[in-house]
């Protein structure tokens, strides 16, 4: 089974630009998750969702940050303008049902110059 | 607030030989789950054990083993015959089970080498 899959993997970008960062889950998992990590302050969830609907978005930095769940197979996180301070790497993970075990995809490292 | 400590930032063991990570944690739920994470170089989060609180029985898989104390708030990670691929950092985390949310809390994390 093909786990959770993140993309692009790198991204390079100047501070201003748009970033759109994209997860598909793993298949019938119903509960998807956007974390940050950084060495300043660990990893950290941003937000996520059951069934496709934002529950807790309480960790999403600013309005600079925006996520979305259209459907139950993809999911996007939006940093519009970037900024060198959101350079991290983020992750993207999914469980079966909200308390069961999160299974992380390989992370999207954002570099914003 | 619920909060993950690891105190212990790196830690070093032998091929062949046992390390226990440590970790504890602090929290008023009552039923919850507890993991360890590693993540090798590569940033990839794998999963390694996972614990849910109302057993008593310690987690094992394979090499890895916890010791669970839930009256301590304590959940360290035993690894037993060291191999070089489990050189990583490893995260210890905490999960409530049901409630209104149910992010994972993770501590800093101990970054573990292994000699040959």
């Known amino acids: 089974d093909a786990g959770v899959i993140q993309s692009p993997r790198h991204e390079v970008t100047e501070m201003g630009q748009e970033v759109t960062l994209r997860c598909k889950p793993i298949?019938?998992?119903?509960?998807l998750f956007w974390y940050r990590q950084t060495m300043m302050r660990g990893l950290e969830l941003l937000i996520y969702?059951?069934?496709?609907?934002?529950?807790?978005d309480s960790g999403m930095p600013e309005d600079r940050f925006s996520a979305k769940m259209p459907n139950a197979s993809f999911s996007t996180l939006k940093i519009q303008p970037s900024e060198p301070r959101d350079s991290a790497v983020y992750f993207c993970?999914?469980?079966?049902?909200?308390?069961?075990?999160?299974?992380f995809g390989p992370g999207t490292r954002l570099l914003v110059l | 607030a619920q909060t993950v400590t690891q105190s212990q930032p790196e830690m070093s063991v032998q091929e062949a030989e046992t390390v226990t990570l440590s970790c504890t944690y602090d929290?008023?739920?009552?039923?919850?789950?507890l993991f360890w994470y590693k993540q090798p170089p590569s940033r990839q989060m794998i999963l390694v054990i996972r614990?849910?609180?109302?057993?008593?029985q310690n987690a094992t898989e394979n090499r890895f083993s916890v010791n669970f104390q839930k009256a301590a708030k304590s959940f360290s990670l035993k690894i037993s015959d060291s191999q070089l691929g489990d050189a990583a950092m490893y995260f210890c985390?905490?999960?409530?089970?049901?409630?209104?949310?149910?992010?994972?809390?993770f501590g800093t994390g101990t970054l573990l080498a292994v000699q040959p």
């Open positions: 993970a999914s469980s079966l049902y909200q308390s069961e075990t999160q299974y």
């Open positions: 298949s019938g998992h119903n509960s």
């Open positions: 969702f059951n069934n496709n609907v934002p529950i807790d």
């Open positions: 929290t008023s739920e009552s039923d919850y789950y």
């Open positions: 614990q849910e609180a109302y057993k008593q």
């Open positions: 985390a905490w999960g409530a089970n049901g409630g209104a949310t149910n992010k994972l809390i």
